[in-house]
DNA sequence: TTGTAGGCGTTATCAG
DNA sequence: CTGATAACGCCTACAA
């Protein structure tokens, strides 16, 4: 193994000093232009890369950014990873990703990991039961930047990239009743989460406008697993007054609770029609396709990714603490009744100011 | 933000040699015992943390390990993630994942990307259409080990993590001349890559024990998407003699592939028999229930971690290329016909000798 | 426009 | 068992 060429090995082999070389190498206005090409020419011609590790001890600063996620295995997520990517790359920073497996003793860890990296800021997604955001104070104490996505912190000192859940949940609901529901049922995780605790009020405000009853048992909180969709199913076919629509915060509970609604002989959309979120593509696999909300992945990556750096080079408008990405529902067969219109734009209208 | 904590510090506290505080905190055999708790007590009572920087700058090496993968949103590739997590974190490596989403010019710049971040080791799932390893030319010539996972390399110098394709293959295939087809199409994607270039190889032989003719037109090549199982679909469906039976190298692929023929008014599986690869959740949701080959992506992160790892500690064992690990075929719907037995054992017994 | 000098925090080497 | 010293490669005052 040959040994690394250095700013010294340029310099030497151009008669210059390694400070020039430096300069250069980092584009410095204040270096010739011909001194520049030369030392840009001998630096690839000898196979010169920078160490960063020299450079970061100089600086103080790593060039990378810590991302802590629930779980990758998902469309969304992996969307939301590329455009990440994307920007990163574009920015000359790296990216260290880690799963929390939707534990907090796992999230607790990967920020102790990151936190000891170094990373320059961290962008979270917060899993199911995290309860307190004491993990991220050794972050705040550095004034190193914290930015979440899409489950977001509600502190609000901490900043946020999301979707208005509110308005996305009231147009799902919206939707439904529009299709002639009557007694809707809402499936969702834990309300710790905001995007949660804001579908379940979407999911009231469209009731109240609605002038439809809203009582506790209207609600089944789990952990929105496969498993806890057939265990919702279950409930919903013991229930006295059997519900005719179905609004769930994810598209794999709803596919399993949908399927074993099937399977008991319920007909969908007729009897429950069944609206989901995520529009994950298992959405046009089951039979009768989901509808869903879809949610900008990518977008909210490159948003993440962008404020963060931002915020690193000090150009940060402080003042925005929360950025929100436009959703959309797509209507599929689940949720579609015939002789019904889909009256999207009305429920759109009637929708109310949530910030 | 206050200065940071440094070997320094502690020393002076404590009126020791930095030296000394650095080995302890190495756990250095040669530093007393006391000598060492005084040292760990001050660390953590300072709130000392190590600056990687400086130790990557002085040892010349990162502990960080890069890795490659084509795409991320999979349920198998989330789990050879946190496979691999599990392992790194436990050997105090950090990963850096970039995901190539499967084309060869952004596997290119992810290379290049993890050679100048001075990784370690590299772990590569090889994108769709990656021709020739000159990329990694540059981590062989510095010794940088560099180990492929289940999309590996031809060449004999890559070591790699794999499972027996063509065994694999072997079993799906014999398993639907089991259940009576005498007439299979196999769908996989660029026989480039080693998993499909072998799943066709164990296709091949299963048709040749059972004296099933082949020809070039029992295999449909495409790249695995969702529409490209659509439009093999409409290729099966025009098709002079129309199959009995399909294996498709993908889930997704067999999925959407199916779902176009039950809709075409194609009964599975008594009309055409399928079987998938990778056992996605998603098997279990389309109706009806695919079978597929379940494949351990979780064991094979933490195998190709803890190569990786082995390897980086000189404790490698040079001749071994080639670690395989265990699949199943795990039998649903989508392919058992009545009346007909799961003979996997006699299968099981016909297995031709694949090293 | 270029150069000199020193230090970022750690660890390897050599010497007690 | 402990310590002094010198790197690792880069960058930033300051000086010329």
Same mark, same amino acid.
């Given at each position: 193994m040959d040994k690394d060429i250095t700013i010294y090995d340029i310099a030497k082999e151009l008669d210059l000093s390694p400070t020039t070389v430096s300069r250069a190498l980092n584009d410095?206005?204040?270096? *010739?232009k011909n001194t520049k090409q030369k030392i840009y020419s001998m630096a690839s011609q000898l196979g010169y890369r920078s160490n960063m590790f020299a450079s970061n001890l100089r600086r103080q600063r790593t060039n990378t950014i810590g991302v802590i996620v %629930?779980?990758?295995? #998902?469309n969304f997520m992996s969307s939301v990873i590329a455009g990440m990517e994307k920007v990163a790359n574009e920015a000359d920073y790296n990216l260290i990703i880690s799963q929390s497996l939707e534990t907090v003793e796992k999230e607790i860890a990967n920020a102790k990991t990151m936190f000891n990296s170094r990373v320059d800021g961290l962008l979270v997604s917060l899993a199911f039961d995290t309860e307190n955001m004491d993990h991220f104070e050794p972050f705040i104490s550095k004034d190193i930047p914290v930015i979440f996505y899409d489950?977001?912190?509600?502190?609000?000192?901490f900043a946020g990239v999301v979707i208005d859940n509110v308005q996305a949940s009231y147009e799902a609901t919206t939707h439904l009743i529009e299709q002639g529901c009557q007694n809707i049922i809402h499936i969702t995780g834990n309300l710790r989460r905001n995007v949660y605790a804001d579908r379940l009020k979407g999911f009231k405000y469209a009731l109240l406008d609605n002038d439809l009853p809203f009582s506790d048992a209207s609600v089944i909180i789990n952990n929105l697993s496969e498993d806890a969709g057939v265990e919702a199913a279950q409930q919903i076919l013991q229930?006295? #007054?059997? %519900?005719?629509g179905l609004f769930v915060s994810n598209d794999t509970c709803a596919v399993h609770c949908m399927k074993t609604l099937t399977h008991a002989g319920i007909s969908i959309p007729d009897e429950i029609a069944v609206v989901g979120f995520n529009n994950d593509p298992i959405c046009r696999v089951v039979e009768p396709s989901l509808s869903s909300i879809d949610y900008p992945g990518y977008e909210m990556g490159e948003v993440a990714v962008r404020s963060l750096i931002h915020y690193l080079s000090g150009l940060?408008?402080? #003042?925005?603490t929360r950025i929100t990405l436009r959703s959309e529902l797509i209507i599929r067969s689940s949720s579609l009744r015939k002789?019904?219109? *889909?009256n999207k734009g009305k429920a759109l209208a009637l929708l109310p100011e949530t910030k």
């Open positions: 410095h206005p204040a270096v *010739n %629930p779980k990758l295995n #998902s489950r977001v912190s509600d502190h609000k000192q229930m006295d #007054s059997r %519900p005719d940060a408008d402080t #003042s925005v002789g019904k219109e *889909n």
